[in-house]
């Protein structure tokens, strides 16, 4: 089965904090994704990476970071919090090439105060 | 850029009865994916579609993919309680990355 593991499920921070939130796959997928989901907008598309040390941004990469050092995982950084970071966030991991199937981990609800 | 929309947003409907959902893309799409995600829960891949007009079953889910390859649509027969969830269309421009549908969320009344 692959699995992909998120650090936290619930993760509550205060403005102007630096959030790490980590994402790993054991499938040995070269792609990782990290996506937010927000009600009525479905999930947006943060930063991509397609190999170690690569990465892309996506729709949405004002505001945050990434970090891929190791092909198994992937980490989003939010290096100051806001208030309207408040959402769920989705690591997703595929095969091969663009457009294969995705499996997501778990999600990390984030709460910024 | 590209826009994935999908409709209805909400559907509800008394257990037995179909369901269906649409995904209509601005740009032409080399595949199309559907996923389920159950309240609480995180997506999960359904399917995928590649060829214009491919239609393909999985026991009481039907899914079809347009002729231009830019629409979508799954239907579910004889709706149950377990099939209560989000139902999201992934559409993959050529050479792009996913482009996630707002989703439909089902609702099913014993």
């Known amino acids: 089965d692959v699995k992909v593991t998120q650090s936290s499920r619930y993760l509550v921070k205060r403005t102007g904090e630096k959030v790490f939130l980590e994402c790993v796959q054991d499938?040995?997928?070269?792609?990782m994704f990290w996506y937010r989901q927000d009600p009525g907008l479905g999930l947006r598309l943060i930063y991509f990476s397609y190999d170690v040390k690569m990465k892309e941004k996506g729709d949405i990469p004002e505001g945050y970071s990434v970090s891929r050092e190791k092909k198994e995982r992937f980490s989003l950084i939010l290096e100051s919090a806001s208030t309207n970071q408040t959402s769920m966030y989705l690591c997703?991991?595929?095969?091969?090439?663009?457009?294969?199937?995705?499996?997501f981990g778990p999600g990390t609800r984030l709460t910024v105060l | 850029g590209q826009q994935v929309m999908q409709i209805p947003q909400y559907q509800h409907v008394q257990e037995g009865e179909d369901f269906t959902t649409y995904c209509n893309s601005s740009?032409?799409?080399?595949?199309i994916q559907w996923y389920k995600q159950r309240p609480g829960g995180h997506p999960v891949f359904l399917i995928q579609?590649?060829?214009?007009?491919e239609v393909k079953k999985q026991k009481r889910l039907t899914f079809q993919f347009g002729e231009a390859k830019k629409n979508s649509s799954l239907h579910i027969t004889a709706t149950q309680t377990t099939d209560v969830g989000t139902y999201f269309c992934?559409?993959?421009?050529?050479?792009?990355?996913?482009?996630f549908g707002p989703g439909t969320r089902l609702s099913v009344l014993p």
């Open positions: 740009t032409t799409l080399s595949n």
């Open positions: 997703a991991s595929s095969l091969g090439r663009r457009g294969n199937e995705q499996f």
């Open positions: 992934a559409g993959v421009p050529y050479g792009q990355n996913f482009v």
């Open positions: 579609l590649v060829k214009s007009g």
């Open positions: 499938m040995d997928h070269e792609n």
